[in-house]
């Protein structure tokens, strides 16, 4: 029987389609989730076949193939105290063809290797078998943060202060008890001290699970591009490619208050949750961020036959681009009365349509989020193209390859798909 209310009590490193599922969640329910640290924990944990650890996909009550899931994020609270993070340099001879999915030992030739804590910094996690420091990243710079959530405050610390963090690693990650990572917070760099910045915290890694298995981490366009015929258990096709959900978006208006929109591709949805970060600018230019434990809240409610490809997103009004910012009143009138003066009558009322594309680069993923907007309101491509243009943006996620792809549509687009009424409970 479907719950209302649905605890993940699991984590995982890869989303299959094949195991079984937490829930099911009834659908109008909530799902609440202690997340683990994504990227920097799960990276210096050789035995994880993954560069992110998740929370166990949920099965919602009613969603079928074909379906869509609307993700309305009610809570996302920081309950870390302290995280390292930086950008990273993959150790040649420590991986199978893929540092994230496939780490292995230089001296005993053991894939995924059972390993032990020994001590601090970043040769503290060893092989179990032959003791050899074994983990497959390196920093290139690095830093120790610290938070301060009465205040949104956050800074970086000193060698001494990182230090501390690292004797301290576990408590002040705050892992979930069923977590298998390592804290990164052993590592305790501090190349960058005495930064100052904000808090903001959003979800990295949000969606629902592909129909082939797929590492947590590589559930997007470019990440999943190191599978191609990869030398390891999670290698695919090409055209595999296409069966991703592109959960893993690193896009910061991704936070609460949002309404994500995901595509149905195996029964039941599969609602995993995980690398939720402190703050992020757009396009996660060090490739990691300040990876955290949160407690996320999220109210599912299925939408029949939508026939998503990919994530749709309705951020925060304060997060849309500008030129795709609701239209007041005087707007609105100032547009009719140039629209009469000319002959012309406007569009219905208008909302931001916020589409997500992936890809190997950022050409792909602006190619591929214009033709899911195309192909989803029949509309021509080149009109999509306009629309953008004069009405909307694109927007940077991440790098290498996921992008948001922003435009103003008329009502009528959305009602026909069955989803006007969320955009109106949103921006109207």
């Given at each position: 029987?479907?719950?209302k209310i649905v605890r993940t009590k699991e984590m995982v490193w890869v989303l299959d389609p094949m195991e079984k599922m937490l829930g099911p969640v009834a659908n109008g329910g909530t799902i609440i989730a202690h997340t683990a640290p994504?990227?920097?924990?799960?990276?210096?944990?050789?035995?994880?076949?993954?560069?992110?650890?998740?929370?166990?996909?949920?099965?919602?009550?009613?969603?079928?193939?074909?379906?869509?899931?609307?993700?309305?994020?009610?809570?996302?609270?920081?309950?870390?105290?302290?995280?390292?993070?930086?950008?990273?340099?993959?150790?040649?001879?420590?991986?199978?063809?893929?540092?994230?999915?496939?780490?292995?030992?230089?001296?005993?030739?053991?894939?995924?290797?059972?390993?032990?804590?020994?001590?601090?910094?970043?040769?503290?996690?060893?092989?179990?078998?032959?003791?050899?420091?074994?983990?497959?990243?390196?920093?290139?710079?690095?830093?120790?943060?610290?938070?301060?959530?009465?205040?949104?405050?956050?800074?970086?610390?000193?060698?001494?202060?990182?230090?501390?963090?690292?004797?301290?690693?576990?408590?002040?990650?705050?892992?979930?008890?069923?977590?298998?990572?390592?804290?990164?917070?052993?590592?305790?760099?501090?190349?960058?001290?005495?930064?100052?910045?904000?808090?903001?915290?959003?979800?990295?890694?949000?969606?629902?699970?592909?129909?082939?298995?797929?590492?947590?981490?590589?559930?997007?366009?470019?990440?999943?591009?190191?599978?191609?015929?990869?030398?390891?258990?999670?290698?695919?096709?090409?055209?595999?490619?296409?069966?991703?959900?592109?959960?893993?978006?690193?896009?910061?208006?991704?936070?609460?208050?949002?309404?994500?929109?995901?595509?149905?591709?195996?029964?039941?949805?599969?609602?995993y949750i995980g690398d939720v970060h402190a703050m992020q600018g757009d396009g996660e230019i060090a490739g990691h961020t300040t990876d955290v434990s949160a407690e996320v809240e999220l109210e599912v409610e299925v939408i029949k036959e939508?026939?998503?490809?990919?994530?749709?997103?309705?951020?925060?009004?304060?997060?849309?681009?500008?030129?795709?910012?609701?239209?007041?009143?005087?707007?609105?009138?100032?547009?009719?009365?140039?629209?009469?003066?000319?002959?012309?009558?406007?569009?219905?009322?208008?909302?931001?349509?916020?589409?997500?594309?992936?890809?190997?680069?950022?050409?792909?993923?602006?190619?591929?989020?214009?033709?899911?907007i195309a192909k989803l309101f029949d509309m021509p491509l080149d009109e999509v193209k306009n629309r953008v243009t004069i009405a909307g943006s694109i927007s940077i996620s991440r790098l290498p390859g996921v992008v948001q792809v922003t435009?103003?549509?008329?009502?009528?687009?959305?009602?026909?798909?069955?989803?006007?009424?969320?955009?109106?409970?949103?921006?109207?």
């Amino acid at each position: 029987m479907a719950e209302k209310i649905v605890r993940t009590k699991e984590m995982v490193w890869v989303l299959d389609p094949m195991e079984k599922m937490l829930g099911p969640v009834a659908n109008g329910g909530t799902i609440i989730a202690h997340t683990a640290p994504g990227c920097w924990g799960p990276m210096i944990t050789p035995e994880g076949p993954s560069g992110h650890e998740v929370t166990k996909p949920v099965e919602v009550e009613g969603a079928e193939v074909g379906d869509a899931v609307a993700l309305k994020i009610k809570k996302v609270k920081i309950l870390s105290q302290a995280t390292v993070s930086g950008t990273d340099q993959p150790k040649e001879g420590y991986f199978n063809g893929d540092p994230f999915v496939a780490a292995r030992c230089p001296v005993c030739n053991i894939n995924n290797p059972e390993c032990e804590v020994t001590g601090t910094g970043e040769e503290s996690i060893r092989c179990k078998e032959c003791g050899n420091p074994v983990t497959p990243f390196g920093f290139g710079s690095g830093y120790t943060m610290v938070f301060d959530q009465e205040t949104n405050t956050a800074i970086t610390l000193n060698a001494e202060g990182s230090e501390e963090v690292a004797s301290n690693a576990s408590e002040l990650a705050s892992l979930p008890p069923e977590s298998k990572q390592y804290p990164i917070n052993l590592w305790a760099r501090a190349d960058l001290p005495g930064l100052v910045t904000r808090i903001r915290p959003m979800i990295g890694n949000i969606g629902s699970c592909p129909s082939v298995p797929f590492p947590s981490s590589h559930n997007a366009g470019d990440f999943a591009q190191f599978l191609i015929d990869a030398p390891h258990d999670y290698a695919l096709k090409k055209e595999e490619l296409a069966q991703r959900t592109d959960g893993h978006m690193d896009a910061d208006e991704v936070r609460e208050g949002a309404v994500l929109l995901v595509p149905v591709k195996v029964p039941g949805a599969g609602i995993y949750i995980g690398d939720v970060h402190a703050m992020q600018g757009d396009g996660e230019i060090a490739g990691h961020t300040t990876d955290v434990s949160a407690e996320v809240e999220l109210e599912v409610e299925v939408i029949k036959e939508l026939n998503l490809d990919g994530p749709i997103l309705l951020p925060n009004k304060e997060d849309l681009p500008f030129l795709a910012q609701p239209h007041d009143s005087d707007l609105r009138e100032a547009a009719r009365s140039l629209g009469e003066k000319f002959k012309t009558q406007l569009e219905e009322e208008v909302f931001p349509f916020q589409s997500f594309g992936s890809g190997a680069n950022l050409n792909e993923a602006v190619e591929n989020g214009l033709e899911r907007i195309a192909k989803l309101f029949d509309m021509p491509l080149d009109e999509v193209k306009n629309r953008v243009t004069i009405a909307g943006s694109i927007s940077i996620s991440r790098l290498p390859g996921v992008v948001q792809v922003t435009a103003m549509v008329a009502r009528s687009y959305l009602k026909n798909l069955g989803i006007d009424q969320i955009y109106q409970e949103k921006y109207s």
